[in-house]
């Protein structure tokens, strides 16, 4: 008959108090809104809203039911959220260039 393996117990270290490392928290920077950061952002919604317009105009002069139809009106719905997205952008920006003072 075979032996049974018997399962050693590993005895657990005590853990000292003292010994517990403290986390240590870094201060926060608060999120300025400088002007070069308005700026970028006002030129890349120029840019975006200008391409998105490009892209419905192509999209209303291309023939129905055509590769090209289905491409431009894809393309003027990406554009279109990029230009939101940085429009909502440039409204926080305002909104903290303006919380700052």
Request: glycine share 6%.
């Amino acid at each position: 008959m075979a032996k049974k393996k018997r399962v050693r117990r590993i005895a657990r270290r005590k853990i000292r108090h003292s010994a517990v490392r403290r986390v240590v928290h870094k201060p926060t920077r608060l999120v300025r809104s400088s002007g070069r950061k308005i700026r970028v952002v006002i030129s890349n919604l120029i840019i975006f809203t200008i391409l998105s317009l490009v892209s419905w105009i192509l999209f209303s002069v291309s023939g129905e039911g055509t590769l090209f139809n289905n491409l431009f009106w894809l393309l003027t719905f990406v554009l279109g959220f990029v230009a939101i997205a940085f429009l909502i952008v440039l409204v926080a920006l305002i909104f903290l260039k303006g919380m700052g003072k």
